[in-house]
Nanobody, 125 residues
Framework: QVQLVESGGGLVQVGGSLRLSCAAS????????MGWFRQAPGKEREFVGA????????FYADGVKGRFTISRDNAKNMVYLQMNSLKPEDTAVYYC??????????????????WGKGTLVSVSS
């Protein structure tokens, strides 16, 4: 089992920045690919981005590319989502997730083994 706890959400104005954190415990963190997802009110959950086991590769959804950056610190069992130039449409509950395989097609569909409970990001205009 891998336990994931997100933090760092909150209310921010348009154009502002936030950094979300996800703390992992329970298994060897570096064995897991980490992903970020979000679910806006009334919408389905969507893929935001993913980072491979040692951060050698990252992949982002088109809507956040160039604004969001995923990083990880395997020594601290942490993964981060730096969000810049936030827009109202970025308002959502953000979830981190873990899986052993780095198969982008599956990750984009949300096929992940473990999930956190989410943290709310609200962007006000």
């Amino acid at each position: 089992q891998v336990q994931l706890v997100e933090s760092g959400g909150g209310l921010v104005q348009v154009g502002g920045s936030l950094r979300l954190s996800c703390a992992a415990s329970g298994r060897t963190f570096s064995n897991y690919v980490m992903g970020w997802f979000r679910q806006a009110p009334g919408k389905e959950r969507e893929f935001v981005g993913a980072v491979s086991w040692s951060a050698e590769s990252t992949f982002y959804a088109d809507g956040v590319k160039g604004r969001f950056t995923i990083s990880r610190d395997n020594a601290k069992n942490m993964v981060y989502l730096q969000m810049n130039s936030l827009k109202p449409e970025d308002t959502a509950v953000y979830y981190c997730a873990a899986d052993r395989a780095f198969i982008i097609a599956l990750i984009k569909k949300g096929v992940m083994d473990y999930w956190g409970k989410g943290t709310l990001v609200s962007v006000s205009s």
